[in-house]
């Protein structure tokens, strides 16, 4: 029974799953931000946890994280930046006592996606991960992508593509460079783009859950900050599509939520799009959030 293990900004998320899928427990606890030391003590306690409600010791581990994997697997390109440089697969196996295989989180979400959710079937599958920050996976006839450098569909931190001035360089980002997507579509990215345009700093401002409920409520700049959002992630992903001609696009992450979001993006991205036959389909993934999760089980 593979244990799949998701580390989110926000969240540690652990389930157990039988042989045909079916899921047999999961459980959530908060994430030790900024604290390595802390966030293997509560990896290691969740897979204890899990185990211990469904009876069974000494499962392989597959863990999903916000970053990549190096060859000396350590951890690099994180947004979780407490993990960087860190060798977190060697020291959850030594804790627990058995393989525990780390992968992106992105393409957890798509293999998940992939085998049994809304990409089932289709030979390409291009999952967009939308929360804190924003990822990007592969999958190709249901096996996942890693590329050469581990580094395939991460799109995140490639420049927004055709920036009006008003975008130009864009937001300093984490990794070092200005401007990078994930700067402009994940949900922080949304919130001090509504602060700015609002005259606040960006991070004094409400969440994206309240933005949204202001924009319902008629309040102008909440709906143009939400239509900035979605021409940004059209042009974003029309990349995605003239690059790799997915079957699917399957989205991801909190921000993937937004209302109308899926149905809209096609047609804000056909101009954007190299061909006069568009045909990917954009959606929502079928099991949300837990994508991801399901997928970490799976690469064990």
Not at 53 to 63: I, K
Not at 239 to 252: K, S
Not at 276 to 283: D, G, L, S, W
């Amino acid at each position: 029974m593979p244990i799949g293990v998701d580390y989110g900004g926000t969240k540690i998320e652990g389930i157990v799953l039988d042989e045909d899928g079916t899921e047999l427990t999961r459980k959530r606890v908060p994430t030790p931000r900024h604290d390595y030391a802390g966030s293997l003590d509560a990896i290691v306690s969740l897979v204890q946890d899990i185990e211990a409600e469904v009876g069974r010791s000494g499962e392989p581990v597959g863990l999903g994280i916000p970053g990549a994997v190096a060859p000396d697997g350590r951890v690099f390109n994180g947004n979780s930046t407490w993990l960087i440089g860190q060798p977190l697969g060697a020291e959850l196996s030594a804790r627990l006592d058995r393989t525990v295989r780390v992968a992106n989180d992105a393409n957890c979400f798509v293999l998940s996606e992939a085998i049994d959710g809304a990409g089932r079937g289709a030979d390409i599958v291009f999952g967009a991960i939308l929360g804190t920050g924003v990822g990007g996976g592969l999958a190709v006839h249901g096996r996942m992508v890693n590329g050469a450098s581990g580094m395939a569909g991460e799109w995140g931190h490639s420049p927004l593509p055709i920036s009006d001035p008003s975008e130009f360089p864009g937001p300093e980002c984490f990794c070092g460079r200005k401007g990078c997507i994930e700067q402009w579509l994940a949900g922080p990215g949304l919130e001090a783009d509504y602060a700015r345009d609002c005259g606040m700093t960006p991070g004094t401002g409400p969440r994206v859950p309240e933005i949204v409920s202001r924009a319902q409520s008629g309040e102008d700049q909440a709906e143009a900050a939400l239509q900035r959002h979605r021409r940004r992630l059209a042009r974003a992903l029309a990349t995605v599509v003239n690059t790799l001609d997915p079957d699917v696009i399957v989205l991801g992450g909190g921000v993937s939520n937004l209302p109308g979001l899926a149905e809209e993006l096609p047609e804000l991205m056909r101009p954007h799009v190299y061909s006069t036959h568009f045909a990917t389909r954009v959606t929502k993934a079928v099991f949300g959030d837990s994508s991801g999760v399901r997928g970490a089980a799976r690469i064990t």
